[in-house]
């Protein structure tokens, strides 16, 4: 079945530390991809997309994303995470097929930032 | 550059009651988009608009839910009667063509 999981619900990381966040996708064709950022009680910010090209795809806020056709993922990264980080991240897909445009979420993960 | 505009942020209403939302898209994007995010979950796409025209609606509750975009520019979403499960974060988003979805902060829905 066509789906978009993030596998881990919540994620905890000390302020400085790295961070990496999965998400992988099973769709037959290479959808477009997306990650967004949810602070509490506020929409959904986009972080980075990714079409085609480069698979090392550069963001916003630090944050940077690499596609991997052979594994179906995009996993976020970033260095070193500060306390504002503290958010709910979600992967998100455009399938090719289907048209209209339509955006396809992860559950998301939590993510917690410890001082 | 004005962001997505939603209103009311929260609302509280008892199950059977009716409630309406309101979206002002970004200035000259003609796709309009209502997700609804329930709790612990990712958004889900309601209803997609073209310009005034609905492109896909097809996980849109028909029986309770409607929605309407006159003019192609602002866009009212209705529940009517409400339920305990439609208790939810309402986003409305917009884009310029086949290009990334910009969100609005949401509507918070309580059902009681």
């Known amino acids: 079945a066509q789906s978009v999981t993030q596998p881990d619900i919540h994620i905890t990381v000390s302020e400085g530390a790295s961070l990496e966040l999965r998400c992988n996708y099973s769709?037959?064709?290479?959808?477009?991809l997306f990650w967004y950022v949810q602070s509490p009680g506020q929409g959904l910010q986009l972080l980075l997309k990714?079409?085609?090209?480069?698979?090392l795809v550069q963001g916003i806020k630090g944050f940077e994303a690499e596609f991997k056709r052979s594994q179906s993922s995009f996993n976020l990264r970033k260095p070193s995470v500060h306390w504002s980080d503290a958010a709910e991240y979600f992967c998100?897909?455009?399938?090719?097929?289907?048209?209209?445009?339509?955006?396809?979420f992860g559950a998301g993960t939590r993510l917690a930032v410890h001082p | 550059e004005a962001g997505v505009a939603q209103s009311p942020r929260y609302k509280i209403i008892e199950k059977r009651q009716s409630v309406a939302f309101w979206c002002n898209p970004i200035?000259?994007?003609?796709?309009l988009y209502w997700y609804q995010q329930i709790l612990g979950q990712g958004p889900k796409l309601l209803i997609q608009f073209q310009n005034n025209g609905v492109v896909d609606d097809s996980q849109l509750p028909k029986d309770r839910f409607s929605a309407e975009r006159l003019k192609g520019v602002d866009s009212t979403l209705k529940i009517q009667p409400a339920k305990l499960e439609d208790s939810a974060v309402y986003l409305c988003?917009?884009?310029?063509?086949?290009?990334?979805?910009?969100f609005g902060p949401g509507t918070r829905l309580l059902v009681l």
């Open positions: 988003a917009s884009s310029s063509a086949q290009e990334t979805q910009y």
């Open positions: 769709y037959g064709a290479t959808p477009y």
């Open positions: 998100a897909v455009v399938p090719l097929s289907g048209g209209y445009n339509k955006l396809i």
């Open positions: 200035s000259g994007h003609a796709t």
């Open positions: 990714y079409f085609s090209g480069d698979t």
